[in-house]
């Protein structure tokens, strides 16, 4: 006879960067210094309990389709008071009191765990970073109401509409872009150094795929929405952009 297979979850990645869930835990954490004072049956309570339980799910993910660890510590946190059946108004209160001290201690816990875990590149962080004015214009709200992708392709038109304000030249796509940096055989219309050495063309043509590359970021019609599901990765493709439209800024134009 076969053995019966046992299913086995997908695990659930986190959804926050580490800088992103420092703050959002520590916010938790003083938040809960409130419910702490509230009476153990107060709405507040379970509302208090059910979006932070939700945030260390993004924060630690699920492994194996399960609540983390760390999730599982807080959301079944026991106080010292024993529980037993018909517990008076009193006990309760002093259950709810002692359990939301202990998860207020794991929320900080979890915050400086991380902190410690967090690598050198939280300096550019999605609330340490700004977006060039231009992209925050057209994308900054979509990203931050969690429209990802949409935030991303906004963003992809504007640097090929300034590619193509910049350079005066009405091509588009992959046209556009050998026309405007391409100095293989030309002298380029936007140039980025002075293309006196191999290593300059070098960097004049590596810029150059960065920007086609946005063609063809713009012209794919079957991005999938795992792409774009991570906050922290749909960061990084502003934060392209943005950093696309601030070398054209400093960039000579050779009409």
């Known amino acids: 006879m076969n053995a019966k297979r046992v299913s086995r979850k997908e695990s659930v990645p986190p959804a926050l960067s580490h800088q992103q869930a420092i ?42 389709g399960e609540m983390h660890k760390n999730t599982k510590d807080f959301a079944y946190a026991q106080s010292a008071v024993s529980l037993h059946v018909n517990m008076s108004d009193h006990e309760l209160q002093a259950d709810h009191e002692g359990k939301t001290r202990l998860r ?23 609330d340490r970073y700004n977006f060039h004015a231009e992209i925050e214009r057209v994308s900054g709200a979509l990203y931050r109401d969690g429209h990802y992708k949409q935030a991303a392709f906004e963003a992809y038109i ?21 026309r405007a940096f391409g100095a293989d055989k030309q002298t380029p219309v936007i140039q980025f150094n002075t293309l006196s050495t191999d290593e300059e063309r070098d960097e004049q043509r590596g810029i150059m795929f960065l920007f086609k590359g946005i063609v063809g970021l713009r012209n794919s019609k079957a991005h999938s929405n795992r792409l ?9 493709y502003l934060a392209l952009s943005s950093l696309l439209l601030r070398l054209l800024e400093i960039a000579q134009v050779n009409r």
Do not use: C
């Not at 520590?26 to 939700?54: H, M, Y």
């Open 158 to 178: 504007r640097v090929i509409d300034a590619v193509k304000a910049r350079s005066g030249l009405y091509d588009d796509g992959d046209s556009l872009m050998n």
């Open 228 to 236: 774009f599901n991570d906050p922290s990765r749909a960061h990084e």
């Open 104 to 126: 207020n201690a794991l929320l900080l816990g979890f915050a400086e765990q991380l902190q410690d875990l967090a690598p050198p590149s939280v300096a550019t962080a999605p």
């Open 23 to 64: 703050g959002l835990l520590k916010r938790q954490a003083e938040r809960g210094q409130e419910i702490a004072t509230l009476t153990f049956d107060d709405p507040q309570v379970d509302a208090w309990l059910s979006l932070t339980t939700n945030l260390l799910d993004q924060t630690f993910g699920e492994p194996n």
